[in-house]
């Protein structure tokens, strides 16, 4: 079964950029079948798609964070990341990564979420 | 601001069926299929209802889904305690070019 763990800084400052690593661990980030993503949940609120990637094929990112996300990918480590530039305190949340796993056309694997700080 | 709408807050008596609405545009929920979340406290959100009204392995069949237009339904028949979660309604929208959610409802079992 899939299984997804997320690592991340917990605690950072306005103006610095988000690192968050994804682990996988009962398949390959490789594996071109699967889609793999991240999703957040600010505090007490809904939640609100990042951006998500085929391996080796396309890549697509929310509109209002395009410009901020960096996607990579550690096929070693069997690690997909994300990074976001330039945080504010708007972008405290717990992040989730996420895959489109058993052909059910929606993100039906989730890690269990990272919460991540912003303040000064 | 949510793209798809919800209602905040649903209850029920166990035993009780309940709905939860989702509505949407033209953009998304009229032209793409319907996913719903179930997100009990303090875990992550696991999937329910996916493709408008299929179920995931293991999920009960006591919950189904629907999708008329621009609208969908989430309904859970014989409601249980364990029911007791924030539920959200996922789509993808052709303008965005990603998937939007609601901003979820929270079911409390009386």
């Known amino acids: 079964q899939l299984q997804l763990q997320e690592s991340g800084p917990g605690l950072l400052k306005p103006s610095e950029t988000l690192s968050l690593a994804c682990t996988v661990s009962g398949d390959s980030v490789s594996n071109t079948n699967h889609c793999w993503g991240w999703i957040r949940q600010p505090p007490g609120k809904g939640l609100e798609w990042i951006g998500s990637f085929y391996y080796g094929g396309s890549s697509s990112y929310n509109p209002s964070l395009k410009s901020r996300v960096t996607k990579s990918v550690d096929t070693a480590k069997n690690q997909f990341s994300l990074k976001l530039s330039s945080v504010t305190a708007a972008d405290t949340a717990v992040y989730y990564c996420?895959?489109?796993?058993?052909?059910?056309?929606?993100?039906?694997?989730w890690g269990q979420g990272t919460m991540v700080t912003v303040s000064s | 601001q949510p793209v798809l709408t919800q209602p905040p807050s649903a209850s029920g008596t166990p035993g009780q069926r309940v709905t939860i609405s989702c509505s949407g545009s033209?953009?998304?929920?009229?032209?793409?299929?319907v996913n719903w979340y179930q997100q009990l406290p303090g875990t992550a959100p696991k999937l329910l209802i996916y493709s408008n009204n299929l179920r995931p392995s293991g999920v009960p069949e006591r919950f189904s889904g629907s999708k008329s237009g621009t609208s969908a339904s989430l309904a859970i028949s014989g409601l249980q305690s364990e029911d007791e979660a924030d539920y959200y309604c996922?789509?993808?929208?052709?303008?965005?070019?990603?998937?939007?959610f609601g901003g979820g409802t929270k079911l409390t079992v009386l």
């Open positions: 996420v895959a489109i796993f058993g052909g059910y056309d929606a993100f039906d694997i």
């Open positions: 033209n953009s998304n929920i009229e032209v793409n299929t």
């Open positions: 996922a789509s993808w929208d052709d303008s965005l070019d990603g998937p939007v």
